[in-house]
Every structure is written in C-alpha cells, then in structure tokens.
C-alpha cells in the first residue's frame, strides 16, 4: 500500500538466510568437485611423480629351469615369451602370497643374498621381473621343499638370474628384497588374440611399477571406455566388438598412476601383431 512501510528482518533471520546461501553454495561446489570414477567405478587417483623402491624385506631364493634360462620364458603370466617381450632370462616365478592371483606380473624386484656361505663375494645388483608363478607344494612342509607354501614370501629365480647372487650347490639362500621401478626402454606394447566376440589383450613393456591394477580400452567409432577383466597375470579380456577401430588404453598400476596410449592400434590392427605405444609410465 502506498505509504506502507515493513520493519527490516531481525537480524537472526539474515544469519539463517546466510548460513543457507553458504550451504546451498558448499553443496555446488562438493557436486562439481566429486571424484571422478574410472569406467568401473574405482576412484580417479591423480599422483605424480615415478615409482620408488620400497622398503627391504626377508625372504628365500631358490632357482628353477636351465642354465640358458630353458623352462622359465612363459608361464602364469601370460607371457609368451620373455626374451622375445624384452624381459630376457632375468626373471622370477614368486609364491602365491606375492603372487596376488596374477596381480604382481610385470613387478620388478631387487634381491641380495644375505647370511649364506652360498651367497657370492659382492655381486651386482639383481634386478628381476614377476613372470610366473611358483606353485605350493603341500606334500612338503614350508622349510623342507615346499618353499613357496603360504604365507612364504619367496622367489624362484631363473638358473642364470640365481647364479649371479649365489652358487648353484647351495639350492635354496636367504635374501633381502624390495619392489623397485621397471626400466623400460620404448613405450607399452599391446597384443590382442582371441576374435571379434572375445579379445584377450596381453601388455607387456610396463615401467614404473610393471603391474597392473585396471585397463580400460576406447574405439575411434562406436567403442566408450570400457574396462577389462583380468584374465591371468597380464591377459585382459573383453566381450567388447573392437575390431574395424583405432583403440585407446588407459592403464592403471597397483601406486595407481596412469597412463593412456592414445590410438596405439591404427583401424586396420590385425590379431596377434605388437603395437608399441610412444610413452610409458
């Protein structure tokens, strides 16, 4: 009404409208800063940096296969063949408790013989990569032959991996060990087998930590992000048409760094044939 006149909001009632206002805008900004989730639903971890080593641990070390590294190139992992893949004879088949169900594949390891007449007179460093598994042997007991029973933490080497830390007369040393970075040189390669309605995706080349924790593959056309199941070690499998596209990976390793090869297949990718990829981790 004309001349009317309203008395000003006691001051309690603008403290409310205010704390609303900040609510209502701290609610805006948790929605916009949410986390991102990869395709499955893991959460986005955006670290930097490299993989360092870790802390030392105890262990024992036995070796398997020939003195030329026969016996030992393929395996749990998938590995076809780890000279042709770049990994050589400085390999490792580790017991079920490191082994993770095929998730340290790829994982390099230093290891020094310790306390042991068999250990050699100041060898170099050994440096070996996670390539297969060494089984349980349940027939005999954790310290007479069933070496990599759980809960042992323990590694067979390759005989020419073993031989540069210890004598071969002495079977079995204690060993001190410790994750370390993978050196690569070139980037991550790729290899798809299988067909059309099944594709298995084995990568290898992987640096920093070398094992993978997710990998997620993107077509040029009608393929979004979709992630893959583990299929053993270092074998990734979908049901996911992937064929006629040029493909994209992002992988995941278990510090959780990523890193995406951006169409590392061209359209015309053939089954069987390595793409190598221009970055690593």
Known sequence: MPGSWMAPPPATLLLLLVAAVVVSSAGVANAVGAKALTPGGRVVHHNHGKFTAGPWKPAHATFYGGRDGSGTTAGACGYKDTRAEGYGVQTVAVSAV????????????????????????????????????CPPNYQQSGDNGGWCNPPREHFDLSMPAFLQIAEEKAGIVPVSYRRVPCVKQGGVRYTITGNRYFNMVTVTNVGGAGDLAAVSVKGSKRVKWTELKRNW??????????????????????????????????????FGVTYQATKNF
């Open 233 to 270: 070690g270092q074998v990734w499998q979908t049901g996911e048409d992937l064929t006629g596209e040029s493909l994209t990976f992002r992988l995941m390793t278990s510090d959780h760094r990523k890193a995406t090869s951006w169409h590392v297949l061209p359209t015309n990718w053939q």
């Open 98 to 133: 490191l082994f993770g169900d095929g998730a340290a594949c790829g994982g390099c390891y230093e290891l020094c013989c310790v306390d042991s007449p068999g250990c050699k007179k100041a060898p170099p460093p050994l440096v070996v990569t996670a390539t297969n598994l």
